[in-house]
Each structure stands twice: as structure tokens, then as C-alpha cells.
């Protein structure tokens, strides 16, 4: 045998607690309740099938039953947090399993809004990619066989915390965009992070000017400024952060902390490298928020 007896303490159920939930009526029979249950989650099943995947297949119906399962899951681990699953069986009883559903679907709305990453075109606003977005999100959190170990809610809680991130980076650029010295921003894509990139660098030559987008020719005349005049980065950031709102302090913080150590053209500014050589780097930061102005 050896130590083969310890190897069950390895195996940590986590089944869905929907699932948990309906086996607490094993110790707590209650037939009305379980047959109230069984047919408002047929009845869920049945509208899943219909929107989500195929209500004419044996297999639509089995992988309606999984997205429930998972959805229905998702909205009593948020609605309940730690309770324990006799807490998640009266929620059911109680409320339905319907309003768990909804919370459930609520929040893989709510995660498919925020943005995925800092680059935004108009394939984030269109409705017809928002309603496949919302499709596949539903899918990858949601889909979960009854009797298998699910993490459904942890990768909700990890993504949440990311887009929102993310989504923090966004509004930064944003508003920089609006800010920009030389007149409002507007085309519909962003990259976020060239935006910033621009706005971090741009500001170390002092006077607060906020620039989100720039040119070749303005970049020439901003590298002879800061090489004839050697302004004190640091006083060029405060100027910078000062005025703009403080909710979008971290981000910018953050940024601002990553640049003073690793930025190439920050620190190639301050030698002979040649302006050519500059502007690549450049490129590299700003990514298409560059206008490429060569007449």
C-alpha cells in the first residue's frame, strides 16, 4: 500500500453549486420544493436551448443544461459568498432558481462590457460582434457538466479584476485624447497605451502641454527642445499628473514609474542617437496613435 492512503486528501470537490445545493434535498426532502425546482430549471434549460445553442438536438438540450448549470452556479456563488450550500438551496426555494440565473447572466454581461484589452476598434462597439462576445463569454465561464469540478466563479472574479484594469487604462487614454493640447482626438480606434505612451513622454519637456498624438515634425522640435534646454523630467510628470483628474492617477502613476526606468527613447534623447533612430523607437511606444507626417 505504501502511502497510496494519502492521496484522496489531494482531490478537492468542487462541483457546482447548484449541484451542491440539490443534493442537500437528499438530507432535507422537501418533494414540492424539488419538483418546483426540477421544473423551473427544465424550464431555463429549455429557453438556453433556444437562444444558446440547439433545442432541436439531444446534444443542444444536454449543452443547455451545462450553461444553466454553470449560470445558475455563477449567481448563488455571487449571491452568497461563503454560505454554505443548505443557504444556496433556500435561495432557490425561496427566490428560483430563475433569479439566480439572472444574476448569474447579469454578470457575463457586465464582464463582456468592460473592455478586453487596450486596443479598441469599432469591432468593440459593433452589436453584432457585442452579441457573439457575449455568446462565447457565456460558453467559456458558464459551461459545466453537473457531476464535474467547475472554477467558473474564480476565472469570473480573475477576468473581472483584469478588464478592469484594463478598462481603467482605457479611460485614461480617453480622456487624454479629449485633453490633447492640440485639439480633441476622435477616430474610433484607440490604442490605449500609444495614447499614454505619447502623453508620458511628451510631458517631460515641461509647460504641461498634454499631447495623445503626434507627428514627425513635432517630435523633431520636441527633441531639440529637451536636448538645448535638459528640463527635469520629474517637474515635467507633476505638471503633467496635476492636471489631470485624480481618478485616473494610478494608471498614470504606474506608467509614469515604468517609463522613468526602461523608456529607450527617454534615455536616448539625453545622448547623440539620431533622430531617425528616435522616431522608431518611438513607433514602438505610440504604435498607430504616430501620424506619419514625411512631406
Not at 459545466?144 to 487614454?173: F, H
Request: proline content about 3%.
Amino acid at each position: 500500500m505504501g502511502g497510496s492512503s494519502m492521496l484522496p486528501a489531494l482531490v478537492v470537490e468542487n462541483l457546482p453549486r447548484l449541484t451542491r445545493a440539490i443534493q442537500q434535498l437528499a438530507a432535507h426532502p422537501d418533494d414540492d420544493a424539488a419538483y418546483t425546482l426540477a421544473d423551473e430549471l427544465t424550464g431555463i434549460t429549455a429557453m438556453v436551448a433556444e437562444k444558446f445553442t440547439n433545442d432541436r438536438t439531444a446534444d443542444g438540450i444536454q449543452r443547455a443544461l451545462q450553461l444553466t448549470t454553470g449560470c445558475v452556479s455563477l449567481g448563488l456563488d455571487h449571491a452568497l459568498g461563503n454560505d454554505d450550500d443548505l443557504a444556496a438551496l433556500d435561495l432557490l426555494i425561496d427566490e428560483g432558481a430563475e433569479h439566480a440565473f439572472q444574476i448569474g447572466f447579469r454578470l457575463v454581461k457586465e464582464l463582456v462590457a468592460l473592455p478586453e484589452d487596450a486596443l479598441v476598434g469599432e469591432y468593440d462597439t459593433d452589436p453584432v460582434y457585442a452579441a457573439r462576445r457575449l455568446r462565447e463569454k457565456f460558453v467559456d465561464i458558464c459551461l459545466t457538466d453537473p457531476n464535474q469540478n467547475w472554477n467558473g466563479s474564480e476565472r469570473y472574479v480573475t477576468q473581472l479584476k483584469q478588464r478592469k484594469e484594463v478598462q481603467g487604462v482605457v479611460r485614461l487614454a480617453n480622456w487624454l485624447r479629449r485633453h490633447n493640447t492640440e485639439g480633441p482626438v476622435s477616430d474610433a480606434d484607440l490604442n490605449a497605451e500609444g495614447v499614454i505612451a505619447l502623453a508620458v513622454i511628451f510631458a517631460v519637456e515641461g509647460g504641461g502641454m498634454i499631447v495623445a498624438r503626434t507627428g514627425q515634425k513635432e517630435f523633431e522640435r520636441f527633441v531639440k527642445a529637451v536636448r538645448k534646454n535638459k528640463p527635469d523630467y520629474e517637474a515635467g510628470w507633476a505638471a503633467l499628473v496635476s492636471k489631470v483628474p485624480a481618478q485616473h492617477h494610478p494608471v498614470l502613476l504606474d506608467r509614469i514609474a515604468s517609463y522613468r526606468e526602461t523608456c529607450t527613447v527617454l534615455q536616448n534623447i539625453r545622448g547623440r542617437t539620431a533622430m531617425k533612430t528616435l522616431f522608431a523607437e518611438l513607433e514602438n511606444y505610440a504604435g498607430s496613435e504616430l501620424d506619419a507626417d514625411y512631406s
